[in-house]
Structure formats: C-alpha cells, structure tokens
C-alpha cells in the first residue's frame, strides 16, 4: 500500500545532542511536511518542501532543520535538542500545495529528551 | 492568526450514543475544511473534507460533518457510534489559498461497549 513511513516510531536523546528523524513515501507526491505536536497540543507546522524548494515558518526555531535528498525522504534535525522539544513529529505529504490538497500523514516519532 | 477550537477535550458515550465534535475557526475568508481521525497506536487518517457544494458532507465510516458558514463552525456528527470509533478526533483548517493546515488541539473519544 501506498503510504508515509516513519522510522523510528520512538526516538531517545540527550539534551544537546543531535538527533534525526526520517520520513519516506511511496505516493510520489511533491509536497513533504513536518509538524510538531506537543502533548494536548494541535499539530504545529515547522517546515515544507515543494519538491526541492525549502518554505521554513517564520516561527519554526533555527535549531530545526530539513533536507529532502529525493522525491521519497525528508530528515527533520534537530541540532541541539532542549527539553522543550520533546514531542511527537508528524511527517505528511500531498500532491501538490493549496487549499484543496488532502495531506496524508505518517505515523509520527514520539521524541523523549534527556 | 489563524485558529481553530475544539471545545470538547474528552467526550465518552456508550456504544449506540449519537455523536457531536464541535469545531470553529476563526478565518473570515474562503477555507477548506477536515477531520482527521486517530486511532490508538496509528496515524492521522481523513475522515472528511469540505471544499464547496453542500455544506453537509458524509465521509467515512458513518461520519457527517455540516458546515455552517454564519458560525465558522463545521461539527462532526456519526448516529450511532460503535466501540470501534474509539479515538482522537482532529478538525483542520486550511485557507483556500493558502498551504498550512491549521489543526485544533482534539477531542478524544472513548466509545464505552
């Protein structure tokens, strides 16, 4: 089946070290996403990709960053992981950009600090 | 900003119970309207989605949402509810012109057999 992947579903640092999250999928779509969800917290946009082109929020920290190397991956980094980033990552994807695109989501990674 | 509210944080009902999730939002021009759904342990999952046309939309599973322009707001309804539905219900906004989804922060669901 057609669908967005993420590995690994449970994910343990420390505070300050770096730490990677991937996300993969077989839909062929050209938009990727990755949101933050804390807990009983809604969904919080960071970054997108429209195939190669890079749309960071205004408001997504710098200690957050992105690289999509294909069609199928996007790593979300996180350079130096406080406690405030714990939380779960969403990655999601949909054909194109605009209001009337359905994003697909994966599984998310739970992210536990140190 | 943009946001949208789901005012019932928990809501428990036994099996059979007819269901209501609230959602408003608070953009005044054109949007595009979903509730995801989560099951435990799996991944946000489109239930419904309004775009145009009738305000009252029927997904899956049941599921029915109304869109009332007047009061920003886009419930989601099922009957009858089962076991099954057990799960985090999410409303999401999207501008019709814009890329962000605006999520609300979710109703969890426990369906009682």
């Known amino acids: 089946d057609a669908m967005v992947i993420q590995n690994p579903r449970y994910q343990v640092t420390q505070f300050g070290k770096p730490v990677t999250l991937s996300c993969s999928q077989t839909?062929?779509?050209?938009?990727m996403y990755w949101y933050q969800q804390k807990s009983s917290q809604a969904p919080k946009l960071l970054f997108h990709?429209?195939?190669?082109?890079?749309?960071n929020e205004a408001d997504t920290p710098d200690n957050f960053q992105s690289r999509r190397p294909n069609t199928s991956f996007c790593f979300l980094d996180i350079r130096s992981p406080g406690l405030g980033d714990a939380a779960m990552y969403l990655c999601?994807?949909?054909?194109?950009?605009?209001?009337?695109?359905?994003?697909?989501f994966g599984p998310g990674t739970r992210l536990l600090v140190l | 900003a943009q946001s949208v509210s789901q005012h019932n944080h928990h809501v428990i009902l036994s099996e059979a119970a007819s269901l209501e999730l609230g959602c408003n939002y608070s953009?005044?021009?054109?949007?595009?309207l979903f509730w995801y759904v989560q099951y435990p342990g799996q991944h946000l999952q489109l239930l419904l989605k309004?775009?145009?046309?009738?305000?009252l939309v029927k997904g899956i599973k049941g599921f029915e949402a109304e869109f009332i322009k007047s009061k920003f707001s886009f419930n989601l309804r099922k009957p009858s509810v089962q076991w099954s539905d057990t799960a985090e219900y999410f409303c999401?906004?999207?501008?019709?012109?814009?890329?962000?989804?605006?999520f609300g922060t979710g109703t969890s669901l426990t369906v009682i057999p």
């Open positions: 999601a994807t949909s054909r194109g950009l605009g209001g009337q695109e359905t994003q697909y």
């Open positions: 839909l062929n779509h050209n938009v």
């Open positions: 990709y429209y195939d190669k082109d890079f749309n």
């Open positions: 953009y005044g021009g054109t949007v595009n």
């Open positions: 309004y775009f145009s046309g009738d305000p």
């Open positions: 999401a906004v999207i501008l019709n012109t814009g890329n962000q989804f605006y």
